[in-house]
């Protein structure tokens, strides 16, 4: 069981990068652990952190006054190659959401599969968002999950979910949690037809 998602209210982090591609999420020397915890240590690593691994202070993951479970993304996040860890690095460092105009599918699947609800809005929203969010630090932002929507202020806008996934953020569960969920459902149908 992971931690089930229904709404967030939070602050967010402005990274108005388009093209952020996994191994500037989470860079390939850094792959070498194989739990899933950790790995937000070294989220945007090389954009975090100088060759002396003193942080670039300018970088908004360094900046205090930026804070929050929901990180705001350029268009076509996630790009590049297809590696889970760039999903378990957002939740390890204590993203619950990303906000972009686009996804990358794989990366888009990872992170649903990892508890980590990506929220694809339209270009103008996204836009909107990331101004508020970097003028005004302290805007919260609700995300509703089983409405759909996203708000900051008077704007809303609805995104798409898969179903199944969103059943599956919503109660906490794996793909084999979901299918023990049904064992009841199951045993009912196979002594109907039995």
């Known amino acids: 069981m992971k931690e089930k998602f229904t709404t967030l209210k939070s602050t967010g982090v402005p990274l108005p990068v388009e093209n952020i591609d996994t191994d ?8 070498k652990a194989t739990t899933r915890e950790g790995f937000g240590d070294n989220l945007f690593r090389d954009w975090r952190y100088d060759a002396n691994n003193q942080p670039i202070v300018d970088f908004v993951l360094n900046n205090q006054k930026y804070a929050g479970k929901i990180l705001i ?3 076509n996040f996630g790009c590049g190659s297809s590696r889970e860890h760039a999903a378990w690095a ?3 460092f204590g ?3 990303v906000v972009s105009s686009f996804f990358a599918d794989i990366f888009k699947n990872n992170a649903l599969n990892n508890g980590l609800l990506p929220i694809v809005v339209s ?18 932002i609700e995300v509703d999950l089983e409405k759909q929507t996203i708000t ?17 953020l919503m109660n906490g569960y794996d793909d084999i949690d979901y ?9 009912k149908f196979d002594l ?3």
């Open 24 to 31: 500037q999420i989470i860079p390939a020397r850094f792959l």
């Open 73 to 75: 993304a350029g268009k």
């Open 90 to 92: 957002i939740y390890d």
């Open 95 to 97: 993203f619950r959401v």
């Open 123 to 140: 270009d103008q929203f996204l836009k909107q968002l990331l101004e508020t969010v970097a003028q005004k630090p302290n805007t919260q």
């Open 152 to 168: 900051t202020g008077e704007a809303t806008e609805k995104f798409e979910i898969n179903a199944y996934k969103k059943t599956c």
């Open 179 to 187: 299918l023990l969920s049904l064992k009841d459902e199951t045993k």
């Open 192 to 194: 109907a037809h039995a």
